[in-house]
């Protein structure tokens, strides 16, 4: 057993969220405090996805002209 203080605003919606469950407070807890820990991954590994990987990229991206030719114009200037 654990007894813990909560801030006012987090004790009523675990409260809210147990009474519109029909489940006791505890389970509540219990569920954020399994998915908390499996939540803590990095921003990384949150974002890996949407990063691009470099090896696809030209080695070249920033110093060729070419890549370049039409960096700064709206795309209704083209």
Known sequence: ???V???DPLF???ESAARLRKVP???IVRERLERGKSGTASLWS???DLVIDSSSLP???SSN???LRNYGKNRSDR
């Open 1 to 3: 057993m654990l007894t």
């Open 12 to 14: 009523a919606e675990i």
């Open 25 to 27: 407070r505890s389970e």
């Open 65 to 67: 002209p070419e890549h």
């Open 5 to 7: 203080k909560l801030p």
């Open 59 to 61: 080695r070249d991206l």
């Open 46 to 48: 949150r974002m890996e």
